[in-house]
């Protein structure tokens, strides 16, 4: 595959799945704008890619979202790819009192600046004939814990909000998919405030909920993404592509 003068936005690109995209992308030709809030780790990832464009940015501040693909068009001239990658997996129950205060958060930056951005980049992408792909979760079909009530419901919405988008966008030439990953070795986990040995247990407890046993690289996700943005995808829209290891199939 190439991307050669494919223009491709990452957000969520600092590190995990979004940085393994970006990295991806630009080994395959194309110019990449890498969106991430951290600065250093966005750095460390733009080492790894040709010439990128780096933009610190909260994909959940309009502005910002704004900023961000007015910016691409300026720098590269078009945009022939969104990735929409950016989430955060904070939990909470239905009866704690920041219930609401999680499930706000959760939203506005799972399901909310993915819906904006799209916004914002469609108009381009239609010049393009190019394609949108959301990185959304197996959560978004199965219930894993109980405990993530939010994050379940902005992923489940992700994929149906994919359809929706696909359907309209088609006439365009404009192909809209999402891919589903389940367990990833990626730093969410750590993001929640988890020392190395916690994060150790639940890698471990995410491998026994496999049926292949085994959790999966943000390398494998960015191999899907990178097909489903391709040519040799050319007829598929409006899909969700789980890549899990098995995790659904487990029965024992």
């Not at 696909?166 to 998919?177: I, M, P, Y």
């Amino acid at each position: 595959m190439s991307f050669n003068d494919k223009v491709v936005i990452v957000t969520g690109g600092s590190s995990g799945i979004g940085a393994a995209i970006a990295i991806q992308f630009s080994s395959l030709g194309a110019k990449v704008a890498i969106v991430g809030r951290n600065d250093k780790k966005l750095d460390a990832v733009a080492k790894k890619c040709k010439n990128p464009l780096t933009l610190v940015a909260d994909v959940t501040k309009e502005n910002d979202a704004k900023r961000i693909v007015n910016d691409t068009i300026k720098h590269f001239g078009k945009l022939d790819i969104l990735i929409n990658n950016a989430g955060i997996a904070n939990p909470a129950s239905i009866l704690d009192e920041n219930a609401m205060a999680v499930f706000d958060l959760v939203m506005a930056t799972n399901l909310r600046s993915c819906v904006y951005l799209t916004h914002l980049a469609a108009p381009h992408i239609i010049k393009t004939k190019g394609n949108i792909i959301n990185i959304s979760s197996v959560a978004a079909l199965q219930v894993y814990s109980k405990q993530s009530f939010a994050y379940n419901s902005s992923k489940a919405a992700m994929d149906h909000f994919t359809r929706s988008v696909a359907a309209e966008l088609a006439s365009h030439g404009v192909r809209v998919n999402v891919v589903n990953p389940g367990p990833v070795k990626t730093d969410i986990i750590e993001n929640l405030g988890m020392d190395k040995a916690q994060q150790e247990d639940v890698f471990a407890k995410m491998k026994s909920l496999t049926a292949l046993d085994r959790v999966s690289d943000a390398e494998e996700i960015a191999d899907l993404v990178t097909f489903l943005a391709s040519d040799k995808a050319k007829g598929i829209t409006g899909s969700s592509f789980v890549t899990d290891n098995g995790s659904m199939i487990k029965t024992d």
